[in-house]
């Protein structure tokens, strides 16, 4: 795909096939995020995979019930409350992977570094034909230095994006986008 065309027909996809998106594909993906623009260049991102559907409805069940369990503690609002609630809700949609962007740095900048990452990776799925969605909801949990002990995750590491990648069932189609404010100063 042309660059604008990738650029204007990215989403966050929230429906996947069960079709597993393969190890090289995921480490192409992983590649391309390493090519994103890093304050003085110190690229401070790792990368967590995690693949297996079933894997990651578990993982996805467990964080809900955390979510709901310690709602107060969070910066949600009542009507996302109401979501997550939603028995069809699934917090990781049924992806057949997720990619963790880390922060292995506590640099300033590093956590905006991996974000740039993190576009990177969800630009190159869309060129793949894959879809992807960050989930922010995710983090929080996944954050926990229990959690991290127990997916063996570097205690010192911040997970920054948790993506979910996949094959779509369908693309979603666009919000559209408001102009955009610009002010010129001189």
């Keep these: 795909m042309e660059l604008m065309d990738v650029l204007g027909s990215r989403r966050a996809v929230r ?12 480490e192409h993906l992983i590649h391309a995020a390493t090519l994103a623009p890093s304050a003085m260049n110190l690229q401070p991102w790792a990368f967590a995979v995690l693949t ?5 409805d578990q993982l996805a069940g467990r964080i809900k019930s955390w979510l709901l369990a310690n709602f107060s503690d969070t910066m ?34 590093a956590v905006e570094d991996c974000c740039l990452a993190a576009e990177n990776l969800m630009l ?27 997916l063996g995750l570097p205690q010192n590491y911040h997970v920054v994006a948790p993506i979910v990648l996949g094959y779509p069932l369908a693309w979603p189609k666009s919000h559209g986008r408001s102009a955009p404010e610009i002010q010129w100063l001189g």
């Design 15 to 26: 429906d996947y096939t069960p079709m597993p998106v393969e190890r090289p594909t995921i």
């Design 124 to 150: 190159a799925a869309r060129d793949e034909g894959l879809g992807s969605c960050w989930v922010g909801f995710a983090r929080p949990w996944i954050n926990l230095p229990e959690i991290k002990k127990e």
């Design 52 to 56: 297996g559907q079933n894997r990651i």
């Design 76 to 109: 949600y609002g009542p009507s996302i409350r109401g979501m997550i609630e939603d028995p069809k809700y699934t917090l990781l949609h049924h992806a057949p992977a997720l990619v963790m962007v880390l922060a292995k740095s506590q640099e300033a900048q």
